[in-house]
T-cell receptor, first 112, second 116 residues
Framework: EPEVTQTPSHQVTQMGQEVILRCVPI?????FYWYRQILGQKVEFLVS????????KSEIFDDQFSVERPDGSNFTLKIRSTKLEDSAMYFC??????????FGPGTRLTVT | QQQVKQSPQSLIVQKGGISIINCAYE??????FPWYQQFPGKGPALLIA?????SEKKEGRFTISFNKSAKQFSLHIMDSQPGDSATYFC???????????????FGKGTKLSVIP
C-alpha cells in the first residue's frame, strides 16, 4: 500500500541554523501539505502546495519557512533560521483530488 | 470561525465498552469531517470520515454520527479494545473550490485508554 515517507525521523539543530525536512508524497497525489504538532498539542496546518505553488498558508508559515517540490517526487520544508519554538513534530501529508489526506510518520525537530 | 472543539480531553473505558468522543465546529463551509487515530511517535492515520449529506457512517466497530443543524459530530468505538488506546483527533475541511487546498483544521485530541 502506498504511503507518505519522511526523512529524517529526528533532526537536532542549533538555534539559528537552517534545516530541510524531506517528504515523498504518494506518487499519484496532487495536493501536498506540511503540518506541525508541538508536543502534546493538536496538529496545526502550515502550508498547502498545489500545481507547483503555495495554495494556502497559515500565520505560522512566515518568511522563515519555505517549501519546494524540486523534482517529481520530493517535497521539502525549509526553515531558514530555527528558533527554540520551532521544536515540534512536522508531518507531511498528501491527497489526490478529494479530501482523503494521508500523513507521513513525521520528523521530530529539536532546536537547542 | 475555523475552530473545531473536541471533548473530552481524555477518556478511560473498560475493555468491551463504548468510547464516545465529541466534536463541534463553527464554519458552515466545512463539508468533510474525518477522524484520525494517532499512536505515540507516529503520524495521524485516517480512521473514518463523513460528509454532511449523511447522518451516520459505520465501518466495523467505528461509527461517526453527524448532526448538521447542531454542527456537531461524534466518534463511537464499539467493543473497545486495549489496542484502541491512542489519541483521536477530529478534523474538518472544505472542498478545494479553486483554492488548491483541502487543509484540515484539527481538534485538540482525546487520549483514549482502554483498560482490560
Amino acid at each position: 500500500e502506498p504511503e507518505v515517507t519522511q526523512t529524517p525521523s529526528h533532526q537536532v539543530t542549533q538555534m539559528g541554523q537552517e534545516v530541510i525536512l524531506r517528504c515523498v508524497p504518494i506518487s499519484n497525489h496532487l495536493y501536498f501539505y506540511w503540518y506541525r504538532q508541538i508536543l502534546g498539542q493538536k496538529v496545526e496546518f502550515l502550508v498547502s502546495f498545489y500545481n507547483n505553488e503555495i495554495s494556502e498558508k497559515s500565520e505560522i508559515f512566515d518568511d522563515q519557512f519555505s517549501v519546494e517540490r524540486p523534482d517529481g517526487s520530493n517535497f521539502t520544508l525549509k526553515i531558514r533560521s530555527t528558533k527554540l519554538e520551532d521544536s515540534a513534530m512536522y508531518f507531511c501529508a498528501s491527497n489526490r483530488v478529494g479530501n482523503e489526506q494521508y500523513f507521513g510518520p513525521g520528523t521530530r525537530l529539536t532546536v537547542t | 470561525q475555523q475552530q473545531v472543539k473536541q471533548s473530552p480531553q481524555s477518556l478511560i473505558v473498560q475493555k468491551g465498552g463504548i468510547s464516545i468522543i465529541n466534536c463541534a465546529y463553527e464554519n458552515t463551509a466545512f463539508d468533510y469531517f474525518p477522524w484520525y487515530q494517532q499512536f505515540p511517535g507516529k503520524g495521524p492515520a485516517l480512521l473514518i470520515a463523513i460528509r454532511p449529506d449523511v447522518s451516520e457512517k459505520k465501518e466495523g466497530r467505528f461509527t461517526i454520527s453527524f448532526n448538521k443543524s447542531a454542527k456537531q459530530f461524534s466518534l463511537h468505538i464499539m467493543d473497545s479494545q486495549p489496542g484502541d488506546s491512542a489519541t483521536y483527533f477530529c478534523a474538518a475541511s472544505k472542498g478545494d473550490s479553486g483554492a488548491g487546498s483541502y487543509q484540515l483544521t484539527f481538534g485538540k485530541g482525546t487520549k483514549l485508554s482502554v483498560i482490560p
